[in-house]
């Protein structure tokens, strides 16, 4: 047992690697992700940051959260595109010939979005600084908010994984994440929820990122998270799992 594990590592270890090394090798992929983001937070904040009012003097403070699960929403398009190609391409047909973990194919797809990712988060992070932006919060705090979103990363990468692997065409694999994307405009990740019509407020209120933008919000600013941290919890649990038993269905279907 110990070492069939010790070769699954070694194999995802592999697939992290080569996977990686397609991004590195095409830098556009986390320009591209942060560019967006970054362009948003700047009209927000220089442009329309005056006329919103959020009780807070600091709007790029109030903001960021959101921009950076937008970020993430934006980057893990580019997961479904890559399983896509390989799918296409016949490379899981290839790797499953050699003497490898059927998943770790799968898997480096994975945790190569949660590191590129994680890179386009703190380049936005560093570009909030420059800003305006500043944070009370300890290091436990920062930990705490890397975890939810590495959570979310996860979650919405696994949506992405079921999308590759079952999507027809190029443009299919990549369509499902504009309304993933869209979602934080409906929440209050750039207005108070409470300036909302009744309806919309109530949809806002009860999807899964105005819970996490803020959890993450509280935590950047050392305050009180309150009951947010345990909801943002339980979306980004929720939806990894049945999006992870889904994809892993839609992988053993396909290969």
């Known amino acids: 047992m110990e070492t069939i594990k010790n070769y699954f590592f070694m194999d995802m270890g592999v697939m992290l690697g080569r996977s990686m ?11 591209t992700v942060t560019i967006t983001p970054i362009a948003m937070m700047l009209l927000f904040v220089y442009v329309f940051g005056g006329a ?3 009780g807070t003097d600091n709007y790029v403070n109030y903001l960021l959260p959101g921009i950076l699960l937008i970020a993430i929403a934006s980057g893990i398009a580019y ?13 899981f ?5 050699m003497p490898i973990a059927r998943s770790t194919a799968l898997w480096g ?8 990712n994680a890179i386009s988060v703190v380049v936005i992070i560093l570009v909030a600084f420059i800003m305006g932006f500043r944070s009370s919060a300890g290091v436990l705090s920062w930990l705490a908010v890397a975890g939810i979103l590495a959570l979310f ?11 590759g692997l079952s999507a027809k065409s190029v443009d299919g694999a990549g369509a499902f994440s504009y309304p993933l994307i869209f979602l ?47 909801v943002a919890l339980a979306w980004c649990v929720g939806i990894m799992l049945v999006a992870y038993i889904f994809a892993m269905r839609a992988y053993k279907k396909r290969v």
């Open 52 to 54: 919103i009012q959020t």
């Open 21 to 31: 090394r397609h991004i590195f090798r095409s830098m556009d992929t986390i320009i």
């Open 93 to 97: 047909e290839r790797f499953h010939s």
């Open 184 to 230: 934080p405009f409906i929440s209050s990740a750039f207005v108070p929820t409470a300036s909302m019509p009744s309806v919309v407020r109530a949809f806002a209120e009860n999807q899964p990122v105005t819970s996490i933008v803020e959890a993450i919000r509280a935590l950047l600013s050392s305050q009180p998270v309150g009951n947010d941290i345990w």
């Open 109 to 116: 797809h994975v945790l190569t979005s949660l590191l590129s």
């Open 153 to 163: 990363t996860l979650a919405l990468t696994w949506i992405a994984a079921i999308a």
């Open 79 to 91: 997961t479904a595109y890559r399983l896509f190609m390989d799918m296409q391409r016949g490379i």
